[in-house]
């Protein structure tokens, strides 16, 4: 039986520290980025490592007096670098050294941002990176970045090259998203029905109605979230662990009929990791991601991503991927050894297989985009967004993708309480329908996600609203 949680905590600390020792020499590859951590600098003592949800975010200040930090950086052979940041400090003056060389700039953004510092030579050996910030107020540090100009070039020009850019999405208006699991629950009773019976028990026209009734565009739809059940007959997976996948497939149903409605399909993923409302060793054990080499783990999530877009080939439209920050830093869990960062370029064109013309996003959560291989914002929280350019970012931390907001309409993302009903919705008609319009003006949609009950319904509350949103919408063409 796959159980739900009882409650849902806030996201907050879950520990005080995490495995491995702390200040390590990096072993970096002159071909890929290098993502070093700040989790591996030496640091000054008016520094202080954050760590929240199973996993090391930044280093940030306790005193404004000067902020030091130190990486040990193992270069196979000597090169030049261009080095960034991923930095809260706002008109902070950064001084980056290394080997006698020394680079500083002043960092005006308001917010987080990636901040680019300049270049350096990394000798054969080992190499020490030196950072001071001078600040007089809050400093947060996530991670600097070495990697050789050829090499961010090569990025640059296939991620160009191969970004979509849709109209369906951009003018798609709203979809709905639903978290809907292997963890979902029933609004009366605290037993939760088996994996397979839930899933044969789903009915896929009543719930295509539903979304057609509402007006929406497209369905993003969570395959997994906190732990790795998938609701079709995946071989991959099978082979990992047993009992995560269902004889019926109920992803190519769906896929089906809102297909035949016109409607598109956008696969929501959560790799399973530990986090604050989930944890699912067995599959983190069976999968690798509890090894300090990320490799095996990232090598099985291709797997599954590659089979599912073969599958579903034209009619999955598109991915999202959640936790993009644990893609970013291989060693968020304090491990140390093997890759540095996730194989991005690998994950997303499995992530297009069957379908070159699919959508990606990574959630970077309240950090810039981390990694140039995706093709729309994530949009976690809802947002209006200006200085669009066809619904497309101009400048800032997004720039270059599509935009995209999404935000839960009621009190969770997924229905996963027991015994409880679906609260009222969070927003009026009248408001959901300004930011509608809105959005539709700067070609960017919203995706409003509806918690949904064990047996697929959604609250009567919240579909009467989006009735009206929609009987508005159209009412105003």
């Known amino acids: ?80 670098y261009e080095v960034s940041t991923l930095v809260f400090a706002e008109e902070a003056s950064i001084e980056l050294s290394c080997n006698g060389q020394k680079e500083e700039v002043v960092n005006k953004a308001l917010e987080w941002s990636r901040l680019s510092i300049g270049k350096v030579m990394l000798k054969k050996g080992v190499n020490t990176v030196q950072m001071i910030v001078r600040k007089t107020q809050g400093f947060k540090l996530s991670s600097i970045e070495l990697t050789q100009p050829e090499v961010q070039k090569s990025i640059q020009d296939y991620t160009l090259k191969n970004r979509q850019n849709p109209d369906w999405f951009r ?42 009734q509402t007006g929406a565009s497209y369905v993003l739809w969570s395959i997994t979230w906190g732990q790795q059940y998938i609701s079709a007959p995946i071989k991959s997976l099978d082979k990992l662990i047993k009992g995560r ?60 991503l590659s089979e599912i877009g073969k599958r579903y080939k034209r009619k999955l439209h598109g991915w999202w991927f959640d936790g993009a920050q644990r893609y970013y830093d291989c060693h968020f869990d304090g491990t140390t050894g093997g890759i540095l960062s996730a194989p991005f370029k690998k994950i997303s064109q499995a992530a297009k ?28 929280g809802l947002a209006q967004f200006e200085e669009l350019k066809e619904g497309v970012f101009q ?29 009222s919705p969070n927003y009026s008609a009248e408001i ?31 579909l009467e609203l989006l009735k009206t949103i929609q009987k508005t919408m159209s009412t105003d063409e």
């Open 1 to 80: 039986m796959a159980n739900a949680q009882n409650k849902i905590d806030p996201y907050a600390e879950t520990g005080d520290h995490l495995t491995g020792e702390g200040t390590i020499t990096v072993e970096i590859n002159p071909n890929q980025i290098n993502v070093l951590s700040a989790r591996y600098a030496s640091i000054s003592p008016n520094l202080k490592p954050i760590v929240k949800n199973h996993m090391f975010l930044w280093v940030e200040s306790i005193t404004p007096e000067l902020h030091y930090l130190e990486w040990k950086v193992k270069s196979p052979k000597a090169g030049v």
């Open 395 to 423: 400048e800032g931390l997004q720039k270059g993708l599509m935009a995209h907001t999404c935000f839960p309409l009621e009190k969770r993302w997924g229905h996963i309480d027991k015994n409880s009903k679906i609260v």
């Open 245 to 304: 996948t269902t004889k019926r497939d109920l992803l190519g149903e769906m896929a089906d009929v809102l297909d035949k409605k016109g409607i598109k399909l956008i696969f929501y993923y959560h790799y399973g990791y530990d986090c604050y409302h989930s944890v699912d060793s067995d599959w983190m054990e069976a999968s690798g991601g509890y090894k300090a080499d990320k490799t095996e783990l990232y090598y099985n999530i291709t797997n599954i």
């Open 353 to 380: 297989s069957g379908n070159s013309e699919r959508i990606i996003a990574y959630n970077s959560w309240i950090l810039p985009r981390l990694t140039e291989y995706q093709d729309y914002f994530a949009g976690e």
């Open 171 to 212: 003018d798609a208006g709203y979809g709905l998203m639903f978290q809907w699991t292997n963890r979902a629950t029933p609004e009366k009773g605290d037993t939760i029905k088996n994996w397979e019976d839930k899933v044969n028990d789903f009915d896929v026209e009543r719930f295509a109605n539903m979304v057609e």
């Open 432 to 462: 959901l329908i300004s930011q509608i319009k809105y959005a539709q003006e700067h070609r960017y949609p919203l995706s409003i996600n509806l918690e949904m009950y064990e047996d697929g319904s959604v609250s009567p509350e919240s």
